[in-house]
């Protein structure tokens, strides 16, 4: 039933795809097979992925923070392609008749050429280099970047991408390499990233391990300690 579900999904991305034009990128995730992964593209160019290809970091958090229960989509929040480029995104949870998320649905919006266009128009309406000088759109996305630090979206080709990346984003807690870890610290980072759901990708414990520069044995017996942990918390109350 969850398979129908998703072909009748990644029709409507074709769909949609087409009727939107080249600047939406449609893409449709299988939630339900062995590894999770894109299986419905349309317009790929705008992040760089093809089929195949992992979840994202925000698809994952979805997932591992399970913010499909309170809400049926998450709207307009940034991403960065794979060319640089920023995206509107949003993403709808695709959901079996018992409530059960099998998919989603992800609509990423490239508004470069209008940014291009908007920027001409100024040239047109001010002489000589005055728009270059005073009113650039390229300012306006500086200054969003320099502003609050907001959750973006990462667009990865390999589970390898996806966990170097992760672990990227997590190692600034240590002030140490690696191999000078203690076990709490390693615990601490491999937390980190059960949060962030990185575990949820086939062969991440691989990646994780050598990157901690320890055996895969140790990141599941960490796992398992935290686990242990958790469900001793949620008991308590």
């Given at each position: 039933?969850?398979?129908?579900l998703i072909r009748q999904y990644a029709t409507l991305a074709e769909f949609l795809g087409r009727a939107l034009g080249p600047d939406y990128e449609?893409?449709?995730h299988d939630l339900n097979k062995k590894q999770p992964s894109l299986v419905a593209l349309v317009n790929g160019h705008i992040s760089g992925r093809e089929v195949g290809a992992p979840l994202t970091n925000i698809a994952l958090?979805?997932?591992a923070d399970r913010t499909y229960l309170k809400q049926p989509y998450k709207l307009n929040y940034r991403g960065i392609s794979a060319s640089g480029k920023v995206l509107r995104c949003s993403t709808f949870f695709i959901k079996d008749e018992k409530g059960a998320l099998v998919g989603l649905l992800c609509i990423n919006f490239d508004d470069s050429r209008y940014k291009e266009l908007s920027q001409k128009v100024f040239a047109l309406?001010?002489?000589d280099h005055y728009a270059e000088k005073n009113i650039m759109v390229e300012d306006v996305k500086a200054n969003y970047e320099s502003s609050e630090k907001t959750e973006q979206e990462s667009f990865y080709s390999s589970i390898a991408a996806a966990t170097e990346d992760a672990l990227l984003s997590v190692m600034h807690t240590v002030a140490l390499p690696p191999e000078r870890?203690?076990?709490?610290?390693?615990?601490?980072i491999v937390g980190l990233l059960e949060q962030k759901g990185v575990f949820m990708m086939k062969g991440a414990v691989v990646t994780v391990a050598e990157k901690l520069a320890c055996s895969q044995a140790s990141i599941y017996r960490y796992l398992g300690k935290l686990n242990r942990e958790k469900k001793q918390v949620d008991a308590n109350g």
């Open positions: 039933m969850a398979s129908d449609i893409a449709v958090q979805i997932i309406c001010h002489p870890l203690t076990q709490g610290e390693k615990m601490k």
